[in-house]
T-cell receptor, first 112, second 111 residues
């Protein structure tokens, strides 16, 4: 079955240090992949998406993600965390019926 | 530009009462529309989606129903709420089959 696995339920970093949120997918083909961010009691905001045009995808707010087919991974990174980055992040893939399959989410904590 | 609205933002309802949540999209036509529920500490679950007026597909059998009376309006309803209906309800739209854009959500608490 097609799935998305976010390897960490919580990640804690200090402000100004790099962020790495890990995501693996299962698929027999190169899927469309997305990262969304959700701040408390807010809707989901699209950070970036991969649709096979380029393996390194740049998103908003300094985030980027690299699609690695050999590792079936789509990890989200940011060189320097900001306090405002504290939120929950969802790795999402689109299935063959154009429906979204969500990972379980990673809560990012940023320490001052 | 396109915007998506949901109301109300928060709602507290007693068990057994009816429910109506509304979602509207501006700035586009004939969008695909989606209702998701996010229970506390859990991921998002697709409840319903619609590819056109009057066309509703249900993903999960439950106490809820959806309707699309107008092109850019999507309504989530229940005749009698259950405690388990509590959660954060999100509406989303897409103009094609690519990126989905989410509304601000409705926090529903059933007591």
């Amino acid at each position: 079955a097609q799935s998305v696995t976010q390897l960490d339920s919580h990640v804690s970093v200090s402000e100004g240090t790099p962020v790495l949120l890990r995501c693996n997918y299962s698929s027999s083909y190169s899927p469309s992949l997305f990262w969304y961010v959700q701040h408390p009691n807010k809707g989901l905001q699209l950070l970036l998406k991969y649709t096979s045009a380029a393996t390194l995808v740049k998103g908003i707010n300094g985030f980027e993600a690299e699609f690695k087919k050999s590792e079936t991974s789509f990890h989200l990174t940011k060189p320097s965390a900001h306090m405002s980055d504290a939120a929950e992040y969802f790795c999402v893939r689109m299935d063959s019926s154009y429906k979204l399959i969500f990972g379980s989410g990673t809560r990012l904590l940023v320490r001052p | 530009s396109q915007t998506i609205h949901q109301w109300p933002a928060t709602l507290v309802q007693p068990v057994g009462s009816p429910l109506s949540l509304e979602c509207t999209v501006e700035g586009t036509s004939n969008p695909n529309l989606y209702w998701y529920r996010q229970a506390a500490g859990r991921g998002l679950q697709l409840l319903f989606y619609s590819v056109g007026i009057g066309q509703i597909s249900s993903e999960v059998p439950q106490n809820l129903s959806a309707s699309r009376p107008q092109d850019r309006q999507f309504i989530l309803s229940s005749k009698k709420l259950l405690l388990s209906d509590s959660g954060f309800y999100l509406c989303a739209w897409t103009r094609n089959t690519d990126t989905q854009y989410f509304g601000p959500g409705t926090r529903l608490t059933v007591l």
